[in-house]
């Protein structure tokens, strides 16, 4: 009997009435193809858009039979005469029927049936994928024997080569996995995570921007995950499965690794395991492992145009100016906002977080009347008086600075976020600016700015609900409110002026403290250049100060005659707060005025060829400056070694401003700059080195006021007036802020630039921003608490702490209170006229002594120089008191420990004598930088207190005791036998 192959071969004489017979039997295949399919269940099987039916795709199945022919590199017509054969032998019926089909587009389906006519169904119909996208079913499917492996490609199939057993077996539940999860028939793991950094797959957990969610809330998601696992990774091993996934979790966030950089170190790690757990097996399912991490994000729309808030079913604009049409898909944006009440009550689940809000009743102060912490300034100490809101009554209130500035993403594109911290103050200041004790209210992201009315309208009510209500939270088993107000806040002056709804830094009454109005200054004899300046007024160089109520007074006028009142454009979000003062409340951040401001102003007219000409200009000594500041070895805390001017003077971060403005700049410039502008900027130094200090005295401010005045009141004189800005007038209100909100350090935006880099690194492509920073928060959050659980003496613990708690230094043993000892110990002898020190010191003849190199005092390393690994810093140069009772400087020669010699069980509880060998050095006879004459008499009493010439290194060396060292000094020094000793203002603030 002739097959209906050889029936077309035979009577097809032209390539049209060829084309018709193909078509013909095409159909047949159709035909077959539903024959077959009857037989089997109906959810098996499902109707594609074109009418035909196509079997659902299971993890275990196969195309083809395992000794079907390889049909890779044959052409179509090849294939067709295969498959069609395929079909006579399999008996089916022939059906007639015209159709406009090509013959490649039925290819996928003829694929599908084997030599014998049947389909290869499954029969595990939970694991069936996603057919909701019929496109994607109808790729050809892979055709390969059962022990080859490829890998697909545009151009076709390229073989990868062959893997045995177990590793066969693990490559294969990769592959499959990705195919389930992708929807594509032939989509391979990388091309899941190919270019995306993981964190961008962890949208299906959170799943914040499903549009099928409520206007304004997603749900958390529902799927199942993979069950917790405290069983060994394999047997006989003391790591538990679910401490080994948390460690890769903390692995790939703190190392930025890409989704396929986490997939590849699955597999790698699953190789070496015996029994693998599902967890390990791709990215998909080690995600799930955490998909416990809900989430409870809001999105609030607006309008892309007015950027008026909007429903999300809105049709038009309710802005009456505005009345755009909303139906289009660019015409309405949204921004991301983060309850504050969910996050405070994952912070209070964290174990010791109670605890630490009570720093505040438990500090122990310098000075009981000094400036230390926002505790001591005026807008906290008159909410902690006895029955405040925030006083030792109600021991778990809290309060908030808040911070907001723009952060842009991409260099290509105006793209930037804006987030908007929230900083709590009764967290000791090493803990409250750590990333994640920040809690993030929202973010505003695009290419404009946002609208503060918009942006800040969920913070003002999540406040307000706070402030009269508080939110219940969980403390040592039971149950307590918490309310949580706004009284501090910080940012440079474009997001100030946001958020205060006032005019910009060159606009009049810009300055939010007072009612100085300023005035136009020319910067060219054309009058064609301008800046907005503020001379200094001798009789009232603060100007009148503003007061709260007469700021909402101007803004409600502002809204009458809609034009800005007193600099005031019209109601901020931060007047309808309870606790804020609108005036008070908001600091001048000291990061961007004076340093970024200021100083950097200072370095462009010292070193800048634009002012080469210019009589203050310092610029033909540039490479003497960049020569010393070469020599200079900072101490450890100072994470940037000096930079030279010449060169990368533009790029300077304001860490590195700090550094040059305390420490390095008045020793370098001492025998460079003219006695008058030495003098002059000298005042501007000191003055901040008093408002820095970890204790500020009433005398302090007293002192940095007198020497800012003058420095402002010099400046145009010496530099001229156009330099007057908004930042220069600030330095005069300065010490107000200290009295209002405690020393600089304290409201400066240094934490949160750290935590806007830290929000970068999130970022790991362009696509889908705000789920990608938004799923990563919410693991960063969750994470202290899901760490507490692995043991910190485990070896996992400590793997745990390099990674995640990035400690610098391993802490060996300790020595005495507060005294640590870091690396190990040795032995050395003593030269006779040392050893008979410490017999003076102690009364006793050491009987065993042991050395280090570096130790931990009062939270400050300090090396020894007999420390030689670290050759770039110098971090032994020490203040310290003698056996005289004297204040000296010296360079530590090294540590030492007597040991005694007993019978304890470790820990050893006998006491133990700790002494240090300090290298005396000789202060120089000149007490301070500044020269007092008749010519440049020193009118203000500058002392430069903090900095001290040195003369020479002695031979003395002084045996103290450890705790006879002060603290940890800087020392500059530039290779010319000059020395200078520098003294830090605080030990809180860090780089």
């Known amino acids: 009997m002739m097959s209906s192959q050889e029936a077309i071969q035979d009577n097809c004489s032209s390539d049209e009435e060829s084309n018709n017979a193909t078509r013909l039997d095409i159909q047949i295949g159709r035909e077959a193809a539903k024959d077959v399919c009857l037989q089997i269940k109906p959810q098996e099987v499902y109707i594609n858009t074109r009418g035909h039916v196509r079997p659902r795709f299971y993890k275990k199945r196969k195309y083809m039979d395992n000794n079907a022919p390889n049909l890779r590199g044959t052409t179509n017509s090849e294939k067709c005469d295969h498959q069609l054969s395929g079909l ?47 496109k994607s079913q109808e790729k050809t499917p892979s055709l390969s024997s059962q022990n080859d492996c490829y890998s697909d490609t545009e151009e076709g199939m390229q073989d990868i080569g062959t893997f045995d057993g177990p590793a066969q077996e693990l ?28 964190f961008d797959l962890l949208k299906d957990l959170t799943n914040v921007m499903d549009d099928s969610s409520s206007d304004e809330q997603s749900e958390p998601h529902s799927d199942s995950r993979i069950p917790a696992c405290d069983t060994p990774i394999y047997s006989g091993h003391s790591l538990t499965i679910q401490h080994s996934l948390l460690l890769i979790l903390v692995y790939s966030i703190t190392h930025s690794i890409t989704g396929m950089q986490l997939n590849d170190l699955l597999t790698l790690i699953s190789l070496h395991l015996l029994e693998v757990h599902p967890a390990y097996k791709s990215v998909t399912r080690f995600k799930r492992y955490f998909a416990n991490l809900d989430s409870t994000f809001k999105k609030h729309y607006y309008c892309s145009r007015c950027l008026i808030s909007v429903q999300k079913d809105a049709e038009v604009c309710p802005n009456v100016a505005c009345s755009k049409a909303l139906t289009s898909k660019s015409a309405k944006s949204f921004f991301i906002e983060l309850p504050i009440d969910e996050q405070i009550k994952k912070l209070f689940l964290r174990s010791g977080f109670s605890s630490l809000l009570q720093h505040k009743f438990r500090r122990e102060k310098k000075r009981n009347e000094n400036y230390e912490d926002i505790y001591d300034g005026h807008i906290y100490r008159n909410l902690s008086r006895a029955g405040g809101p925030l006083s030792s009554k109600f021991p778990y209130n809290i309060s908030f600075t808040w911070n907001t500035d723009g952060v842009p993403v991409f260099k290509s594109s105006k793209f930037s976020i804006w987030p908007m911290y929230l900083m709590i103050n009764e967290l000791p200041f090493k803990h409250r600016k750590m990333k994640e004790n920040l809690i993030l209210s929202g973010i505003w992201f695009g290419d404009t700015k946002p609208l503060i009315t918009t942006f800040a309208s969920p913070l003002l009510e999540n406040m307000k609900v706070l402030e009269e209500k508080g939110v219940e939270v969980c403390v040592n088993d039971s149950t307590v409110t918490c309310h949580a107000y706004l009284i501090c806040g910080t940012a440079d002056l474009p997001a100030k002026s946001m958020a205060l709804n006032c005019v910009q830094f060159n606009g009049s009454y810009s300055c939010t403290k007072c009612l100085q109005k300023g005035e136009t200054v020319f910067t060219r004899n054309d009058r064609r250049g301008h800046v907005h300046a503020y001379p200094y007024q001798k009789e009232n160089p603060l100007g009148k100060v503003r007061d709260s109520v007469d700021c909402y007074t101007s803004a409600c006028e502002a809204i009458q005659s809609r034009k800005p009142v007193n600099g005031i454009k019209g109601p901020s979000f931060l007047m309808k707060l309870k606790f804020y003062d609108y005036v008070r409340s908001t600091s001048i951040d000291y990061m961007h005025c004076v340093l970024l401001g200021v100083t950097k102003l200072l370095l462009s007219l010292w070193f800048s060829v634009a002012h080469s000409s210019e009589h203050f200009s310092v610029m033909k000594f540039v490479d003497l400056v960049d020569e010393r500041l070469k020599h200079v070895k900072p101490t450890y805390n100072i994470t940037r070694l000096p930079r030279s001017i010449s060169d990368h003077m533009k790029y300077w971060k304001a860490s590195e401003l700090r550094s040059w403005l305390i420490y390095y700049s008045l020793p370098i410039l001492a025998d460079i700059m003219s006695e008058y502008y030495f003098y002059h900027y000298s005042t501007f130094v000191e003055a901040i080195w008093y408002l820095s200090q970890d204790s500020i005295s009433e005398l302090d401010l007293q002192r940095s006021q007198r020497l800012l005045n003058y420095f402002v009141f010099m400046f145009e004189a010496l530099y001229g007036s156009r330099y007057m800005t908004l930042n220069m007038h600030s330095l005069l209100h300065l010490p107000s802020c200290v009295k209002d909100l405690g020393p600089l350090w304290v409201h400066s935006c240094f934490p949160f630039e750290d935590a806007n880099g830290e929000l970068l690194k999130l970022f790991h492509g362009t696509q889908c921003v705000e789920i990608q920073i938004v799923s990563a928060l919410n693991i960063l959050q969750i994470l202290p608490s899901l760490t507490e659980e692995i043991p910190n003496e485990s070896r996992a613990g400590s793997v745990l702490k390099q990674m995640y708690k990035k400690e610098r230094f ?9 005294v640590f000892a870091l690396g190990k110990g040795y032995s050395k002898t003593l030269i006779p006229s040392q050893f008979t020190e410490v017999v003076k010191l102690v009364g006793k003849i050491p009987s065993n002594l042991v050395y280090f190199n570096r130790v931990k005092l009062h939270n400050q390393i300090l090396y020894s120089k007999d420390y030689k690994k670290v050759q770039a810093r110098n971090s032994y140069t020490v203040k310290y008191t003698s056996k005289d009772n004297l204040v000296h400087f010296g360079h530590v020669d090294c540590f030492a420990v007597d040991f005694p010699l007993c019978l304890c069980d470790a820990p050893c509880k006998c006491s133990k004598i700790t002494l240090a060998f300090i290298n005396r050095l000789r202060e120089s006879s000149r007490k301070s930088l500044v020269i007092d004459s008749v010519k440049n008499p020193n009118c203000v009493d500058v002392s430069l207190r903090h900095i001290h010439e040195i003369e020479d290194v002695t031979n003395v060396v002084d045996v103290v005791y450890i705790q006879n060292v002060l603290s940890l000094c800087m020392e500059v020094s530039f290779g010319e036998k000059r020395l200078y000793v520098c003294e830090f203002p605080n030990f809180v603030e860090s780089d």
Do not use: Y
């Open 88 to 134: 006579s032998a399999a008996n089916c019926d022939t059906h007639a029927g015209d159709t406009d089909l090509f013959v490649n587009e039925e290819i996928c389906e003829l694929q599908r049936i084997n030599e014998r006519g049947i389909i290869d169904v499954p029969s595990h119909p939970e694991s069936v994928r996603n057919v909701e996208n019929p």
């Open 171 to 198: 490559f294969d539940s990769q592959r499959d996995e990705a195919e389930i999860e992708s929807g594509e028939d032939e989509m391979t793991t990388s091309d899941i995570v190919n270019e995306e950094k993981w």
């Open 810 to 818: 391993r802490l060996t043993q300790q020595l005495d209170d507060d």
